[in-house]
């Protein structure tokens, strides 16, 4: 038993300080950890704001189209119904005007 009572003390003093350095650095770099997590789901969120946006954007243009397509419809409707009276007016099928003597 060669050690002292104050070397016992002065070691364990020693371990205990080396412990708590330890420890604060472990929490430095949990911190460090965690602001980089935060800047990440920040960073996430604004890429999930524009794709929202975007999504918003493209509805409106799928609708804007399917708009589009139905005003075609009509006027192709439209159109394809003035072409069958003037082919039939054409061929005779069904006269624009009654022949004359039943005007008379």
């Known amino acids: 038993m060669g050690m002292k009572l104050w070397d016992i003390h002065g070691t364990q003093e ?20 965690q602001e980089a997590i ?3 789901q920040e960073a996430r969120d604004e890429q999930l704001d524009k794709l929202a946006e ?11 189209v399917q708009t589009g397509q139905a005003a075609q419809a009509n006027t192709l ?20 005007l009654p022949p004359v003597a039943e005007h008379q």
């Open 14 to 33: 020693a371990l205990v300080q080396e412990l708590v350095q330890e420890l604060l650095q472990k929490l430095d770099s949990l911190n460090e950890a």
């Open 77 to 96: 409707g439209t159109l394809a119904g003035r072409f069958d009276r003037v082919e039939r007016a054409l061929t005779g099928e069904h006269p624009v």
């Open 54 to 64: 975007a999504m918003k954007d493209v509805r409106k243009g799928i609708k804007a």
């Open 38 to 40: 935060l800047a990440n």
